[in-house]
């Protein structure tokens, strides 16, 4: 006679949640992580347009875009950071709770970029402001997505976290579609007007954005798993983050796995506007360009996020980087045509590419770890993706461009082989989907102190 399955049925489990309070949840992620991602992407978009000349003038412009990239490095080096710190508080106090205050660091941020005095007017201050500004726009973002993410996966069933987690995911391309509207607007200004005021505009949206996303984010419930673990009352580690790095072989082939859809994005959507505009083509086109590579997205991230609920997070993945090195060298082939729409075309190809490989990520490392560090594992592995695929891919790749000879054989091989590492890392990563996402009590960690119960009488 077989023995009959553990029960792990908990006070709070997922397919008990009332539709509405599901729904508001996933409404909540998308806005804040579209507001996250317009600030954090019309950075990357203003350092390949106008933060080289504004703040980093020189007589080689195309070392002040270099200098220009390597502040939008900084702000991916410092998302790990806000990974760990948010994820620290967010296992041990809640989601809802960190991401209040990521969604304000993010908007006050962008909006004193946007009031920020250039180097001609206070010379080497202007800068380090904004490196520094930089750098907390990067914490916040750090600390954001698996926040949003888990407010999301959590409050799923097991069967459809893929398709909810894409309607969290679309804030990526939102956020991108907003950021560059509202860029191709201000471009559209005589350059006079473009670079004394203009290019500050879009940032000082971010203000308004802010107020309308604390207001959703306010209603949201708490995670109805993390609420399960704390009535369970079960012990958590001191420190999530030291407990995610003791088991180091998930972390890392999530963070091998991540990579190569930050480094495609990274040359597609930032990189691509200083490359294309050095081969002729014109800004406002390029720009136009990216509004139909976006549109992919909005099609391609819910769709492959559901594929990845029927037939695995893993094969979904793996499709998009085996296509992803097969199309390395044609893409750049393409682009270097000089035709607008065979670049259009080549790049939309990629973006569906790089949203195979992107969109089954949310749900593949929420069910990687257990609900006690899973806030800190998920932020820990996508962050650190992040930096090294998209934090220097574009001031590595304008160096390899100038190194080069202006040759876009060093864009592919970026491409090809991170892809090729995500291939290998996938086929070493176990299926996720469907995984229980219950709360359990973790093995051998360092726990805080309880205090020890008080006897009455």
């Not at 390597?70 to 809802?96: C, E, M, Q, S």
């Not at 709770?97 to 970029?113: D, E």
């Not at 990687?368 to 930096?387: D, K, N």
């Not at 040759?407 to 996720?432: C, K, Y």
Request: aromatic residues 8%; hydrophobic residues 50%; neutral net charge.
């Amino acid at each position: 006679m077989s023995t009959p399955p553990p029960d792990n049925t908990n006070p709070v489990v997922a397919h008990d949640i009332d539709a509405g309070l599901r729904r508001r949840a996933a409404l909540s992620s998308l806005l804040g992580t579209t507001i996250e991602y317009y600030d954090f992407i019309l950075y990357g978009t203003m350092a390949a347009v106008v933060f080289g000349p504004l703040f980093f003038p020189g007589s080689n412009p195309a070392l002040s875009t270099i200098a220009s990239f390597g502040t939008l490095a900084a702000g991916y080096v410092a998302r790990p950071l806000g990974g760990v710190i948010f994820g620290h508080f967010g296992d041990r106090l809640g989601r809802k709770s960190m991401l209040m205050i990521t969604m304000v660091m993010m908007g006050a941020s962008s909006a004193l970029i946007g009031l920020l005095p250039t180097y001609h007017t206070i010379g080497a201050a202007a800068p380090v402001l904004l490196v520094l500004l930089r750098i907390v726009q990067g914490l916040a973002v750090g600390g954001e997505w698996g926040g949003a993410a888990l407010m999301v996966v959590e409050h799923a069933d097991a069967g459809s976290r893929g398709r909810w987690a894409g309607i969290m995911q679309l804030g990526t391309p939102f956020g991108f579609l907003l950021s560059t509207v509202a860029v191709a607007v201000v471009t559209q200004l005589p350059e006079s007007d473009f670079t004394s005021w203009g290019w500050r505009v879009p940032f000082l949206l971010s203000a308004a954005l802010l107020v309308l996303g604390l207001y959703v984010r306010r209603r949201v419930a708490e995670s109805p798993v993390f609420a399960a673990a704390e009535e369970a009352d079960l012990q958590r580690p001191t420190t999530p983050a030291l407990e995610v790095l003791r088991r180091p072989r998930p972390v890392a082939l999530a963070v091998i796995a991540g990579i190569a859809p930050f480094a495609l994005t990274a040359l597609t959507s930032s990189h691509i506007i200083a490359y294309a505009t050095g081969i002729g083509y014109a800004v406002g086109d390029v720009m136009r360009c990216l509004l139909f590579v976006v549109a992919v997205s909005i099609v391609a991230i819910p769709l492959c996020a559901t594929l990845s609920d029927r037939l695995g997070r893993r094969r979904v993945m793996m499709a998009g980087a085996v296509g992803a090195i097969l199309f390395a060298f044609p893409l750049y082939a393409l682009i270097n045509t000089g035709s607008l729409l065979i670049m259009t075309a080549a790049l939309m190809f990629a973006q569906l590419l790089q949203n195979a490989m992107y969109a089954p990520l949310t749900p593949l490392l929420s069910e990687m770890f257990p609900t006690r560090i899973r806030y800190s594992g998920v932020s820990i592995a996508y962050q650190s993706a992040a930096l090294i695929g998209a934090g220097f891919t574009p001031m590595v790749a304008a160096a390899l461009l100038a190194a080069f000879g202006g040759s876009s054989v060093p864009l592919s091989v970026i491409v090809a082989g991170t892809a090729a590492f995500a291939l290998g890392a996938l086929v070493l990563t176990a299926e996720t989907n469907g995984r229980d996402l219950n709360p359990e009590p973790l093995p051998s960690i360092e726990v805080s102190p309880r205090p020890a119960p008080v006897r009455e009488g």
